[in-house]
């Protein structure tokens, strides 16, 4: 069962440059969302998608762009990195948000460094 | 905004015993409340979920209980194991403009043999 798959795992870029976290599931979640985690701090939204051609901004949504085509995929985008996005980056899903009984199932974790 | 703490920090206790950790929240009118295992350089497992309407809930040697009043949770883990091991994360699910959850800083819990 792969659940939640986050790719890569581990990644260096540069100040200024982009890139794609890519974050796709099997389970038919129609719910999913991205959260980062900085050292000794629990995880914070940065955005999340209530289903396909949906999203809304969390509470850390400043530097990233979502898009959510497809059920199964809901990528993040950093443009213009910067040494304050240097975290943890995870990625879950769930089968319905407020009010579920479904627990969120999470990624393994996208861990990124800018330097 | 809710806010979610979690007390202690860290724990470390000798295998056998019976713990207690702590998380409280501060708007009471959460839709649920999860408990998160996270082992180093993994992802978080889900351990437990306790609906608005719960007062508790249990699997196996966990048990986690609920107080919507007091914005209180707590995870109970009897008969502890090293296996044990990780970090503790408690998370609350409620509205006010973002559908995700808030989390707690977490509990570093160290099970000695």
């Known amino acids: 069962n792969a659940g939640v798959t986050q790719t890569p795992k581990f990644r260096i870029l540069k100040i200024g440059q982009s890139m794609t976290l890519q974050c796709t599931q099997d389970?038919?979640?129609?719910?999913m969302y991205w959260y980062r985690q900085d050292p000794g701090m629990g995880l914070k939204l940065i955005y999340y998608?209530?289903?396909?051609?949906?999203?809304d901004k969390g509470e850390v949504p400043n530097g990233y762009n979502v898009s959510r085509s497809t059920t199964e995929d809901f990528p993040l985008r950093l443009e213009l990195a910067a040494p304050s996005q240097t975290s943890v980056y995870f990625c879950?899903?769930?089968?319905?948000?407020?009010?579920?009984?479904?627990?969120?199932?999470f990624g393994d974790g996208t861990r990124l460094s800018i330097l | 905004k809710q806010e979610v703490t979690q007390i202690p920090a860290a724990l470390s206790v000798p295998e056998g015993e019976n713990l207690v950790l702590n998380c409280s929240f501060t708007?009471?009118?959460?839709?649920?409340l999860q408990w998160f295992r996270q082992d180093p350089g993994k992802g978080l497992t889900s351990l437990l979920l306790?609906?608005?309407?719960?007062r508790e809930q249990t699997s196996g040697r966990l048990n986690a209980s609920l107080d919507k009043s007091s914005g209180r949770s707590t995870l109970y883990i009897a008969a502890s194991q090293p296996g044990d091991s990780a970090t503790y994360l408690c998370?609350?699910?409620?509205?006010?403009?973002?559908?995700?959850?808030?989390f707690g800083k977490g509990t570093h819990l160290i099970i000695q043999p």
């Open positions: 879950a899903s769930s089968y319905s948000g407020q009010g579920s009984n479904q627990p969120q199932h």
């Open positions: 389970m038919n979640h129609n719910y």
């Open positions: 998608s209530v289903g396909a051609g949906i999203t």
């Open positions: 708007d009471s009118a959460i839709y649920n």
């Open positions: 306790i609906q608005s309407s719960q």
């Open positions: 998370a609350a699910l409620s509205g006010g403009g973002a559908d995700g959850l808030t």
